[in-house]
C-alpha cells in the first residue's frame, strides 16, 4: 500500500509539473502575440525595462518564490514591505526571479541556515541591508 501510495505522489507531480510547463507556454504564447507597446506600457507600469519584463516572465511564474521565504527567514514582514516600499520590493523580485543561486538558496532555506548565509550569495542582499534590518 506505502508502494502504491509513493507512485500516486510521484505520477501527480508530474502531473502538475506538466500542467506547470504548458499554462507557462501558453502564457509566453499570449506575451509573444501582444503589441509591443502595450508590452512596453505594462513595464513601464511595473518599474522595469520591457527587456528585464521579458526575463522575469521567460523564467516562469515560481520564479522568486524563494524571496517571501528568505524575508520570513530574516524576520522582515512581506506585506509592510509591499506597503511602504513597493518599488524596492518589485526591483527585489525581479532580482529573486533572475537569481543563478536558486540551488543554494533553497539548500539554505530548507536546513533554515538562510539567515547566516544568504549574504554570501544573494544578490538582495545589499537591498536587505538597505531595510536595516539583517540579522
Known sequence: MATQTKTHA????????FSDWLKHRREMRELRDMNSGDFARIARDLSVTPAEL???????PHASDELPRLLKSLGIDETTLSRTQPFLQRDMIRVCASCQQKTLCKHDLDAGTSAQHYDEYCPNASAIDELGQRP
Not at 510521484?10 to 509539473?17: F, M, T, Y
Open 10 to 17: 510521484i505520477v501527480e507531480s508530474a502531473i502538475n509539473l
Open 54 to 60: 521579458d526575463a522575469v516572465v521567460r523564467q516562469g
